[in-house]
T-cell receptor, first 115, second 114 residues
Framework: GAVVSQHPSRVICKSGTSVKIECRSL??????MFWYRQFPKQSLMLMAT?????????EQGVEKDKFLINHASLTLSTLTVTSAHPEDSSFYIC???????????FGQGTRLTVV | AQSVSQHNHHVILSEAASLELGCNYS??????LFWYVQYPGQHLQLLLK??????LVKGIKGFEAEFIKSKFSFNLRKPSVQWSDTAEYFC????????????FGKGTRLSVIA
């Protein structure tokens, strides 16, 4: 199946700094990617839909100025957590649908810890 | 509004017991349905999926699920669980058309004891 690669897998940063997470579709082009957030022992919550060449669409309650999304190419979307705070500590997962549009593939996830 | 409801928060079973995890969804339009598994410390893995055709879908590791359209349900089953099935299970749905994201249920934690 299609492969979605996410980097880094783990990151620890100081409060107030910014962190960039990359999501790549390795063997297919993804015009749309999705960013999810998963708190411990909870489900995945959709944060935003990343569209290649246009602005991302954010879900209600997600601060677009805090979670900057850039989808500059058909194989790369980035999520930047700006001015991170401890409450931003979470597991962030990206996803892309395959070219047939039927199945979603997930990155390995990024465990962000803000200290 | 689009939503997925998983009825069981935590299920504890003995090895060899049968498993059924409930999933109901609310979604306008034609849907694709999925079950994902997340083993401790690992990322999501697809167990099985339903797009169309036979409503009884067989997945990996002996899991199966049945789509009952009239009940908006997609319950996951396994005849005999193993200790290695201990994990978090997520039901998810997305729209058949367009690039719609997956909507996840809250998940069901399965603990299998020897």
């Amino acid at each position: 199946g299609a492969v979605v690669s996410q980097h880094p897998s783990r990151v620890i940063c100081k409060s107030g700094t910014s962190v960039k997470i990359e999501c790549r579709s390795l063997d297919f082009q993804a015009t749309t990617m999705f960013w999810y957030r998963q708190f411990p022992k909870q489900s995945l919550m959709l944060m935003a839909t990343s569209n290649e060449g246009s602005k991302a669409t954010y879900e209600q309650g997600v601060e677009k100025d805090k979670f900057l999304i850039n989808h500059a190419s058909l194989t790369l979307s980035t999520l930047t957590v700006t001015s991170a705070h401890p409450e931003d500590s979470s597991f962030y997962i990206c996803s892309a649908r395959d070219p047939t549009g039927t199945e979603a593939f997930f990155g390995q996830g990024t465990r962000l810890t803000v200290v | 509004a689009q939503s997925v409801s998983q009825h069981n928060h935590h299920v504890i079973l003995s090895e060899a017991a049968s498993l059924e995890l409930g999933c109901n969804y609310s979604y306008g339009g034609t849907v694709n349905l999925f079950w994902y598994v997340q083993y401790p410390g690992q990322h999501l893995q697809l167990l099985l999926k339903y797009f169309s055709g036979d409503p009884l879908v067989k997945g990996i590791k002996g899991f199966e699920a049945e789509f009952i359209k009239s009940k908006f349900s997609f319950n996951l089953r396994k005849p005999s669980v193993q200790w290695s099935d201990t994990a978090e299970y997520f039901c998810a749905v997305n729209g058949r058309s367009g690039n719609t994201p997956l909507v996840f249920g809250k998940g069901t934690r399965l603990s299998v004891i020897a």
